[in-house]
């Protein structure tokens, strides 16, 4: 038997038990993270006891898609690091990306205890944007992916905790957005419309959004009087990315306005890009499987 002969392993498998395999990189996607990728190893090899390398290096291999290899990198790091919050916010990452909510629940609410009483710190970003600015940090990191992993197992009250405490470290606009659309979404689902309400009261058109500006244009389409199909085509032209972030919140609002049907519509339609690490995809998914 050759080697074509061998069916690929999955790298996770969906929540209706499919499997879901690497998705092929961008040839200068994947040129640039391989240089990356190698850097990270040589740093891991060189210091193979620093928590900083340990976690480069678990960072760079999730980026190419490897997710249970970078899960196995982070593990053996907290062999050796068993209090290091860093860690256990990266592992929680790519559990959610294996469809392990329970794990990373796990992680997330590990990495909140240890983080209690410690100042806040900016977290690098892998590929930089455009400005050369992180948006993001430890503390709310953690926060948000924890939010994340609760509302994907459908623990909407547990998200809606976490994602409490994740705007209190919320500071910037990038922040601001990004937790207010998952806290909206998931008040909305609670039931709790005259909150969510309040949510969407400090967004505004002009918000200095560096990265996050498709969270953005959602809360503005929950807040008006944007054009919700008008949206949702821009996120079609977007492509997958587009149709995992806009179109998520586009079929919540379907569903908020007890268009159930339709909602499901645009659910299967994100599915349909095959983009299955994405937030939303996975958010797509468990509402599907709750759905149906």
């Given at each position: 038997?050759?080697?074509?002969?061998?069916?690929?392993?999955p790298e996770a498998f969906s929540l209706f038990g499919e499997p879901l395999f690497r998705a092929p990189l961008r040839p200068?996607?994947?040129?640039?993270?391989?240089?990356?990728?190698?850097?990270?190893?040589?740093?891991?090899?060189?210091?193979?006891?620093?928590?900083?390398?340990?976690?480069?290096?678990?960072?760079?291999?999730?980026?190419?898609?490897?997710?249970?290899?970078?899960?196995?990198?982070?593990?053996?790091?907290?062999?050796?690091?068993?209090?290091?919050?860093?860690?256990?916010?990266?592992?929680?990452?790519?559990?959610?990306?294996?469809?392990?909510?329970?794990?990373?629940?796990?992680?997330?609410?590990?990495?909140?205890?240890?983080?209690?009483?410690?100042?806040?710190?900016?977290?690098?970003?892998?590929?930089?944007?455009?400005?050369?600015?992180?948006?993001?940090?430890?503390?709310?990191?953690?926060?948000?992916?924890?939010?994340?992993?609760?509302?994907?197992?459908?623990?909407?009250?547990?998200?809606?905790?976490?994602?409490?405490?994740?705007?209190?470290?919320?500071?910037?606009?990038?922040?601001i957005v990004a937790t207010s659309h998952w806290l909206y979404m998931t008040l909305r689902l609670l039931g709790k419309g005259?909150?969510?309400?309040?949510?969407?009261?400090?967004?505004?058109?002009?918000?200095?959004?560096?990265?996050?500006?498709?969270?953005?244009?959602?809360?503005?389409?929950?807040?008006?009087?944007?054009?919700?199909?008008?949206?949702?085509?821009?996120?079609?032209?977007?492509?997958?990315?587009?149709?995992?972030?806009?179109?998520?919140?586009?079929?919540?609002?379907?569903?908020?306005?007890?268009?159930?049907?339709?909602?499901?519509?645009?659910?299967?339609?994100?599915?349909?890009?095959?983009?299955?690490?994405?937030?939303?995809?996975?958010?797509?998914?468990?509402?599907?499987?709750?759905?149906?």
């Amino acid at each position: 038997m050759s080697d074509s002969d061998i069916p690929e392993t999955p790298e996770a498998f969906s929540l209706f038990g499919e499997p879901l395999f690497r998705a092929p990189l961008r040839p200068e996607t994947l040129e640039k993270q391989e240089v990356l990728y190698a850097e990270a190893l040589k740093g891991y090899r060189e210091s193979p006891d620093d928590p900083d390398a340990i976690i480069w290096f678990g960072r760079r291999t999730a980026y190419l898609g490897r997710y249970r290899e970078s899960v196995a990198i982070y593990s053996k790091g907290l062999e050796r690091y068993p209090e290091e919050p860093k860690l256990y916010r990266h592992r929680g990452h790519r559990y959610i990306s294996l469809r392990r909510f329970d794990l990373a629940v796990d992680d997330f609410e590990k990495a909140a205890a240890l983080i209690e009483g410690k100042q806040d710190e900016v977290e690098p970003d892998g590929l930089p944007n455009e400005r050369n600015t992180p948006v993001s940090s430890l503390h709310f990191n953690i926060w948000y992916h924890l939010g994340l992993a609760y509302y994907v197992s459908g623990r909407f009250e547990d998200a809606l905790r976490a994602y409490k405490a994740c705007m209190k470290v919320s500071k910037i606009p990038d922040k601001i957005v990004a937790t207010s659309h998952w806290l909206y979404m998931t008040l909305r689902l609670l039931g709790k419309g005259n909150e969510a309400a309040e949510v969407l009261e400090p967004i505004q058109e002009e918000m200095d959004v560096i990265e996050n500006q498709n969270y953005h244009d959602c809360l503005l389409m929950y807040k008006g009087p944007t054009n919700v199909e008008a949206l949702l085509e821009k996120a079609r032209e977007q492509g997958a990315l587009g149709l995992v972030t806009i179109g998520y919140g586009v079929a919540n609002w379907y569903n908020y306005n007890g268009d159930l049907e339709k909602a499901k519509e645009i659910l299967r339609e994100i599915l349909d890009t095959g983009s299955w690490a994405g937030f939303g995809y996975i958010a797509a998914e468990a509402d599907l499987k709750r759905l149906e």
